[in-house]
């Protein structure tokens, strides 16, 4: 089990992993070993997220959600599999953590009679200063 919240946990067998080859600079051994992983997590079908944390979570991932509601994440910035599928599995945790915080509701608020009324004065100002820009016409 990963721990995501004290309340909120995942099974681990719900990440699904796969090794591919780092891209950009390193070599040889760029060439020759599969460093970075690559992780796949179901949100839509996971038994372990309710069903709101779900949904926030899926709009959280934004690009990197695929039509199936899957989640992947790479990982390939360091040079050993269990470091980058330790950051891989660190950066899902991170963003599990954040849609499990239940967005606060906005309350809908009034302005205070004293900055209508400053508003509304300073609006005339503004309308008078403007009238007076017009052309100046003379008797012709």
């Known amino acids: 089990m990963i721990e995501i919240t004290p309340t909120l946990a995942i099974h681990e067998d719900e990440i699904e992993e796969s090794f591919v080859r780092a891209s950009g600079p390193g070599g040889q051994h760029v060439n020759k070993t599969s460093s970075a992983v690559q992780i796949r997590f179901d949100a839509r079908r996971s038994r372990s997220l309710p069903n709101d944390v779900a949904i926030r979570l899926m709009k959280l991932a934004g690009a990197r959600l695929t039509l199936d509601g899957v989640i992947v ?68």
Do not use: C, F, W, Y
């Open 73 to 140: 994440l790479t990982a390939q910035s360091h040079r050993s599999q269990a470091r980058n599928r330790e950051e891989a599995v660190a950066r899902l945790v991170e963003m599990i953590r954040e849609a499990s915080v239940r967005p606060e509701r906005r309350r809908a608020t009034r302005p205070t009679r004293a900055s209508v009324e400053r508003r509304l004065t300073s609006k005339g100002k503004q309308s008078t200063a403007k009238s007076l820009r017009g052309r100046v016409r003379g008797d012709d």
